[in-house]
């Protein structure tokens, strides 16, 4: 697993970009699954027949960045947030476009602290001579990512960019290598656009009608000195989520998430969170409404350049997503 | 001129039905197919001039942004609040339309001699402010409005300067013109012009509208913010008048089709057609709903800039509708070899 997810980690895919990670992701999956295609906002989604319900797992690709909306004459690019990235988070750190072009993401200059929320006084140097030389390399619309940078933070954890969601893409890449049976049509779905509000898991969940549906996502962590209040740590086991901001899941779901975790002996953490949002929101509300609920894996500083999660909570979800493919989810 | 015509229609998010009339009228002329959707679109249909063709959708709003009266006061005032977004500043002093009678009437506040040095550094918001029809009383008010009427700025339509135009409403009877134009027209592919309701409220008709689609990619016409007023850096300008249709790659409601985005601008500069990127992304339109409701699609939007958008003296140029009219004609032209991705 641990493989599978370094090169997720180190490969491009910001939000509305997501076709590199698709690719990679692809290539991954294709001997496990029997379908594979793409749709037109770039979802990838692959099918594994089985006898039973439909069940729709759904793990967004996308990671938040920088859109570059302007560059000025002497080349350097002004850019918007795609997703909720911070500037504070963000300045002076190294970022990357698409094509592999390296930039620095920093501020003009802001000696009383009065705009650090503002990123309309902030911009991308990438070393540019002038705006022709700019040009040359990005276009707008471009966007810019943290640059891959993880690493190892104790025995079980790895920190870095866009844990949110390659952590959640690997548990169901993984996921589809372990199924055995074929108890359910497994529906995997690798979405794009989580992060402006899941707007690819709204068109791919009503294309594929599902009875039952699952986001694998990450959430935020309560374990570290003043952090968010929320009572789930990390390297406890994957989280069942019973809601947030943005659903409330089905009791059913949670249930059966509950029953498989049991089940495959998996230690799992209840999760309620009184904010954020993921797939399973669009998921559940798709044509006359859809069972739904979500796999979180517990992550600490969630939108920073160093995310960290536990590999064994990953590991802990794929065999709980397993064992809840291979049941009878009536 | 068609554009007089449309922006002399009073269509409020809601209450679009004078919009829709004459629309219906036009293009029941040049469609094949004309139907009114249960919210009220309007939808009009090409048809490709070769069977097997994919179906382009073009939409547009007929709404725009105004008031609805929300009480009448014992002083005969109207207390109202606003149908979609309108910056308390720019009603002071504006002269509205109320109802279906179109009762003249002022939107007040106090005189600047009356106002305390407090008063004049605060800006007044909507419910500090009252329309005033001239009433003597409740009573005599309630003869002529009441609760739930709608409300529209009045203002003439006028065509100044160097191919300049001032009206209410150009966000978007100029993407409504424009449709108009493009049905005039067969293209060897299908072509679905909506004309859309309630864009200002939350994108609601074109919601519906997708629904009652198929489509294999779909163009969405706006009026956009222009910022090129003052002393504005470039970056902040979002897009500017005579340079152009104005292509977005992302706004609030979507990220567009990187191929469509970049297929708009090679048209435009093969042809010679006038173009620019937004180069800010805000706003939301129409495009939200239409790319990822349903099964996905792909999408682009076409502004005409605006200065002082939503407000009563919205300002265009006539070189940039046109640039709008041309680059969707061009694209129309050779988006039969569009990539379809519907199942």
């Known amino acids: 697993m641990k493989e599978t997810f370094q090169k997720l980690l180190n490969t491009y895919g910001a939000t509305g970009r997501e076709e590199k990670v698709a690719d990679v992701i692809e290539e991954m999956i294709r001997p496990y699954v029997d379908e594979i295609h793409r749709d037109a906002m ?93 040009e040359a390399r990005v276009r707008i619309g471009d966007v810019a990512v943290y640059a891959p940078d993880f690493f190892e933070l104790g025995s079980d954890m790895l920190a870095g960019p866009a844990m949110d969601n390659r952590a959640g893409c690997c548990v169901l890449i993984e996921t589809l290598k372990a199924l055995k049976q074929r108890t359910n049509e497994i529906i995997a779905v690798f979405t794009v656009q989580e992060e402006v509000g899941c707007r690819g898991a709204m068109a791919a969940a009503y294309a594929m009608n599902p009875d039952l549906g699952v986001a694998l996502d990450v959430t935020l962590c309560g374990d570290t000195p003043g952090g968010p209040k929320i009572a789930v740590k990390a390297g406890e086991g994957p989280c069942v989520k019973i809601m947030d901001s943005s659903l409330v899941c089905s009791p059913k779901v949670v249930r059966l998430m509950e029953d498989a975790a049991q089940r495959a002996g998996v230690k799992a953490q209840r999760e309620v969170l009184t904010a954020g949002g993921t797939d399973a929101s669009r998921i559940q509300l798709t044509r006359g409404g859809v069972h739904a609920g979500v796999l979180s894996i517990a992550c600490r500083y969630v939108h920073s350049a160093c995310e960290a999660v536990s590999l064994s909570d990953m590991e802990g979800g794929v065999k709980l997503l397993t064992a809840l493919s291979e049941r009878n989810v009536d | 001129m068609v554009l007089k015509e449309l922006c002399a229609l009073r269509g409020v998010s809601g209450n679009e039905h004078e919009v829709r009339d004459f629309l219906l009228e036009k293009v ?214 005579k340079k152009g249709v104005a292509v977005s790659f992302m706004d609030n409601s979507a990220l567009h089709d990187r191929q469509l985005f970049a297929r708009m601008l090679e048209i435009g500069r093969e042809a010679g057609i006038p173009c620019q990127v937004k180069n800010r992304v805000a706003g939301g339109n129409d495009a939200g709903p239409i790319r990822s409701s349903r099964e996905a699609v792909a999408t682009v939007v076409l502004s005409v800039p605006c200065r002082n958008i939503h407000s009563p003296s919205s300002v265009a140029a006539f070189e940039d509708m046109d640039a709008q009219y041309a680059l969707t004609d061009a694209f129309l032209r050779q988006a039969a070899n569009c990539p379809t991705h519907r199942s």
Do not use: W
């Open chain 2, 28 to 241: 029941r002329k040049t469609a094949d197919e004309v139907r009114v959707d249960r919210m009220g679109n309007v939808l009009a249909l090409k048809k490709a001039d070769r069977a097997d063709a994919p179906t382009i959708l073009l939409d547009a709003h007929m709404d725009e942004v105004g008031m609805i009266v929300v009480g009448v006061n014992d002083n005969g005032l109207l207390s109202y609040d606003t149908v979609g977004g309108i910056d308390s500043r720019v009603v002071v002093s504006k002269h509205v339309c109320v109802g279906e009678k179109a009762v003249p009437g002022v939107i007040g506040a106090k005189a600047i001699h009356l106002q305390t040095a407090a008063e004049r550094e605060t800006v007044l918001g909507h419910s500090d402010l009252y329309i005033d029809i001239g009433a003597k009383d409740k009573a005599q008010a309630e003869e002529l409005v009441q609760p739930g009427d709608y409300v529209s700025f009045d203002s003439d339509y006028v065509e100044f300067g160097d191919g300049y135009v001032k009206a209410r409403a150009l966000d978007d009877r100029v993407g409504c013109m424009t449709l108009l134009r493009i049905l005039e027209n067969r293209y060897d592919v299908n072509v679905v012009c909506a004309f859309t309701c309630q864009e200002e409220i939350g994108l609601n008709g074109a919601l519906a509208a997708r629904f009652g689609v198929e489509c294999d990619a779909a163009v969405v016409m706006e009026g956009t913010s222009a910022n090129d007023l003052g002393c504005v850096e470039d970056h902040q300008k979002v897009c500017s008048l």
């Open chain 1, 42 to 134: 770039g979802n990838l989604i692959a099918v594994r027949h089985g006898q039973g319900k439909r069940i729709l797992y759904a793990a967004h690709m996308d990671h938040i960045g920088f859109i570059v909306t302007d560059i000025d004459e002497k080349g350097f690019l002004r850019v918007h947030n795609v997703g909720g990235v911070r500037k504070l988070n963000s300045l002076n750190r190294h970022v990357v476009f698409e094509n592999g072009v390296n930039g620095v993401f920093s501020s003009e200059a802001d000696p009383d602290n009065s705009h650090l929320q503002d990123l309309s006084t902030a911009f991308i140097d990438i070393g540019a001579k002038d705006r022709a030389d700019a």
